[in-house]
């Protein structure tokens, strides 16, 4: 019986216009996937209340009718053995046990992370550990993984392993054992040679593949592990990116996806208020954008394999698995099929982000103070949120302060506050401020605000007054 919601309906078209065929194979055929499962990363249980949110997305998934579900590292927050229970006894509720085998009908695929192993000691979670009334003594690190793992998960645990799910391999490298897949492939890797894909997760991006696979990833051993397998799809976490990072999926050799987290997310680096640092830089004055937000905004993954091509639907699991961007669609066999998410190839055809026709900027200094609480003026500017191009959303925004005499301008960028969430949060109007301490001395400049897209294309630029110096400084007390 074909299932013709209208959902399904604009699905089998957008899937068969991107892949050529308008739509009428999915929608003659009433097609179902051959495999589907569900993916989060980085849940960070500590108590049994941090893991409502996980049994929430376990309970979206299941009504999915998944067949898995995949969770690549940082299982526990602190590193605990209680916290490990705490995922069972949710994944049991909501997947309980069925028949003699003691097993779910759908099939948890977990790895360790390194929280998993280290969280006891890092810094203010293990503040937080204490605070809850628990203790470093029951750490998974002390007390030994493997038995733990085995007593509460009733699975085998090794370094590298390979469950199979409706006839589709998934391996599995842990946070100390991912190390060791290169020579695990070599003596292992015949046997997921071909067209069928099969599926790799481990808890740091793979080197070189998705954004800031630099900064947060391995050291190059699941690149160079998989870089002669066109039919690998690696699953990463560590990162905390979100679904609306178009950077989060890369092909090259392979196919490499970085999962959003559960639990809180990453904020890009470098932007006036999204600084990698907790406080900021003595004169940033934009309060940051909060990552943590008590293990808020989790996102995930449903990922769907048919016959001839996998989708990639990117969820809002905390707005109950509301739809987030546009799915990712990549076609099979991946070897001889077109790299759709080459990065190189998507940054020259991404289009930039506009204003809107007659869109204007106001500019105007005003006194706040800057985040360590010292009293500052700062240059605000007032603007219309840009338009994204059809399919994307927008990252940032970049403030330039350009000299009339071309001399070389300040850059600033500020993440648009909601570059993270679903496009129906997308405020309408923006204010970004900075320090006016940073302005150029004694000379005349613009403002300038461009729009950018995830690939750093800007949009057209609104420009501001010709501003002078550094306009009240010298009224504020020194």
Not at 303 to 320: K, P, W
Request: aromatic letters at 12%.
């Amino acid at each position: 019986m074909l299932d013709l919601t209208r959902r399904n309906f604009l699905q089998s078209a957008f899937v068969g216009s991107a892949l050529g065929y308008g739509g009428c194979r999915s929608l003659v055929f009433g097609e179902r996937p051959e495999l589907r499962f569900g993916v989060v990363s980085d849940i960070h249980v500590t108590t049994p209340e941090s893991a409502s949110l996980f049994e929430a997305s376990l309970r979206y998934f299941r009504d999915r009718d998944v067949d898995a579900v995949m969770v690549p590292g940082d299982l526990a927050d602190w590193g605990l053995k209680s916290s490990l229970q705490y995922i069972a006894d949710a994944w049991n509720r909501v997947f309980p046990p069925e028949g003699p085998s003691g097993k779910s009908r759908v099939v948890p695929l977990f790895c360790t992370g390194n929280h998993d192993f280290e969280g006891w000691w890092y810094g203010d979670m293990a503040m937080d550990m204490h605070a809850n009334g628990y203790s470093e003594d029951e750490a998974l690190s002390k007390l030994g993984l493997a038995a733990c793992w085995e007593e509460i998960f009733h699975e085998k645990w090794e370094p590298i392993r390979v469950r199979k799910v409706k006839g589709y391999d998934f391996i599995s490298g842990e946070w100390q054992g991912f190390e060791k897949i290169g020579e695990w492939m070599k003596a292992n890797g015949a046997r997921f040679k071909g067209d069928k894909p099969f599926f790799y997760f481990q808890h740091p991006p793979l080197r070189g593949t998705t954004s800031d696979s630099f900064g947060w990833a391995d050291k190059g051993v699941g690149f160079a592990a998989l870089k002669d397998f066109p039919n690998a799809v690696s699953f990463s976490g560590h990162a905390h990116h979100t679904f609306n990072d178009e950077l989060s999926i890369w092909q090259g050799e392979f196919t490499a996806i970085a999962t959003p987290s559960l639990s809180y997310m990453g904020v890009p680096k470098e932007h006036e208020n999204g600084s990698g640092k907790r406080d900021g830089a003595g004169q940033e004055a934009m309060p940051k954008i909060d990552a943590r937000r008590d293990l808020r905004g989790g996102q995930g993954f449903v990922v769907n394999v048919y016959r001839n091509r996998i989708e990639i639907e990117r969820r809002d699991l905390e707005e109950g698995g509301e739809e987030g961007a546009d799915p990712w669609v990549v076609p099979l066999p991946m070897a001889s099929g077109p790299k759709t998410y080459d990065p190189v190839a998507r940054a020259k055809a991404a289009s930039a982000p506009q204003f809107p026709v007659g869109a204007k900027l106001e500019t105007y200094t005003r006194n706040t103070e800057t985040r360590q609480g010292k009293w500052a003026i700062v240059m605000t500017l007032k603007f219309p949120a840009a338009i994204p191009p059809k399919g994307l959303r927008i990252l940032d925004y970049e403030v330039r302060a350009v000299p009339k005499d071309g001399s070389t301008p300040l850059v600033k960028r500020f993440v648009s506050p909601a570059f993270h969430k679903l496009a129906r949060f997308e405020p309408k109007k923006l204010e970004f401020w900075f320090n006016v301490a940073e302005l150029p001395q004694d000379k005349d400049y613009a403002l300038e605000v461009y729009p950018r897209n995830w690939y750093g294309t800007c949009g057209r630029p609104l420009a501001s007054k010709t501003w002078h110096g550094k306009p009240g400084l010298d009224k504020a007390k020194r």
